[in-house]
C-alpha cells in the first residue's frame, strides 16, 4: 500500500479525518481488510501472500502515536506554519502517518502469527531519501522552493529507483519473514 501525500494543510475529508492521515494510512488499513480474505486464499494456493505497508524515516521525528491524529479531528490538528522541511503542523501530521504504518504493520504481523496464518507475510518498507516528485512538489507547499528541495533531495538523496530498493525486497525477497521491516542499504530492520 502507497499512496502516499506530504506536507498538505490541515484539512479534513469528507469524512472528518486529516486528508494526510486517511491518504497515507487509514485508507490503506481500509483496503487491507476488505482485501484480506483473498490474501489469504492467494498465500494458501501459492503458498506465500504479501501485504506490504510503506513507512519513511520521518516516523522517528514524532516519539509516540498521539490520539487526536488518528480521530475526527482533519483541520484542527495544528495549523500548516511550516518555515522549513519537516518543521510545522502539516509536517508532523505526515511523520504520524508514518509512524502509523509501522506500528500497525508490526501490529498486524503479530496477529497474523497469533491466529497461525503462516502462508501471509505483513511486511514494512522505508524508501529512504528519494528525489522524487513527491518530495518536490512537497517541499513547495511545506515551505520551501520546489528548486531548493530538489537540491537537497539530489544532493543527499538517492535515485527513486534505489529507493524503490526495500519495497521491492519486501515484494520478492524469498527469505522474507512475517513483520520484517526492509530499511535502504541494510535488508530487514
Same mark, same amino acid.
Given at each position: 500500500?502507497?499512496?502516499?501525500?506530504?506536507?498538505?494543510?490541515?484539512?479534513?475529508?469528507? /469524512?472528518?479525518? /486529516?486528508?494526510q492521515?486517511?491518504? #497515507?494510512?487509514?485508507?490503506?488499513?481500509?483496503?487491507?481488510?476488505?482485501?484480506?480474505?483473498l490474501?489469504?486464499?492467494?498465500?494458501?494456493?501459492?503458498?506465500?501472500?504479501?501485504?506490504?505497508?510503506?513507512?519513511?524515516?520521518?516516523? #522517528?521525528?514524532?516519539?509516540?502515536?498521539?490520539?487526536? !491524529?488518528?480521530?475526527?479531528?482533519?483541520?484542527?490538528?495544528?495549523?500548516?506554519?511550516s518555515?522549513?522541511?519537516?518543521?510545522?503542523?502539516?509536517?508532523?501530521?505526515?511523520?504520524?502517518?508514518?509512524?502509523?504504518?509501522?506500528?500497525?504493520? !508490526?501490529?498486524?504481523?503479530?496477529?497474523? &502469527?497469533?491466529?497461525?496464518?503462516?502462508?501471509?507475510?505483513?511486511?514494512a518498507?522505508?524508501?529512504?531519501?528519494?528525489?522524487? #516528485?513527491?518530495?518536490?512538489?512537497a517541499?513547495?507547499?511545506?515551505?520551501?522552493? &520546489?528548486?531548493?528541495?530538489?537540491?537537497?533531495?539530489?544532493?543527499?538523496?538517492?535515485?527513486?529507483? /534505489?529507493?524503490?530498493?526495500?519495497?521491492?525486497?519486501?515484494?520478492?525477497?524469498?527469505?522474507?519473514?512475517?513483520? /520484517?521491516?526492509?530499511?535502504?542499504k541494510?535488508?530487514?530492520?
Open positions: 500500500c502507497n499512496a502516499g501525500v506530504m506536507a498538505l494543510p490541515d484539512e479534513a475529508t469528507q /469524512d472528518g479525518y /486529516d486528508v492521515m486517511q491518504t #497515507n494510512h487509514l485508507s490503506h488499513w481500509v483496503l487491507s481488510s476488505e482485501l484480506w480474505p490474501l489469504v486464499t492467494a498465500g494458501e494456493r501459492t503458498g506465500d501472500a504479501r501485504l506490504v505497508f510503506h513507512s519513511s524515516g520521518v516516523r #522517528n521525528f514524532v516519539k509516540k502515536l498521539i490520539p487526536k !491524529y488518528y480521530g475526527k479531528n482533519g483541520g484542527n490538528l495544528g495549523g500548516n506554519g518555515s522549513m522541511l519537516f518543521l510545522g503542523g502539516r509536517w508532523k501530521r505526515y511523520c504520524h502517518t508514518k509512524l502509523a504504518n509501522i506500528v500497525c504493520t !508490526y501490529a498486524l504481523a503479530d496477529r497474523v &502469527e497469533k491466529a497461525g496464518v503462516t502462508k501471509v507475510k505483513v511486511l518498507a522505508e524508501p529512504g531519501a528519494a528525489a522524487t #516528485n513527491l518530495q518536490r512538489t517541499g513547495a507547499s511545506g515551505g520551501m522552493s &520546489e528548486s531548493t528541495t530538489a537540491c537537497i533531495f539530489t544532493m543527499t538523496g538517492q535515485s527513486a529507483e /534505489d529507493g524503490a530498493c526495500p519495497l521491492l525486497a519486501c515484494m520478492a525477497n524469498a527469505d522474507a519473514q512475517n513483520g /520484517d521491516f526492509y530499511i535502504p541494510g535488508g530487514a530492520a
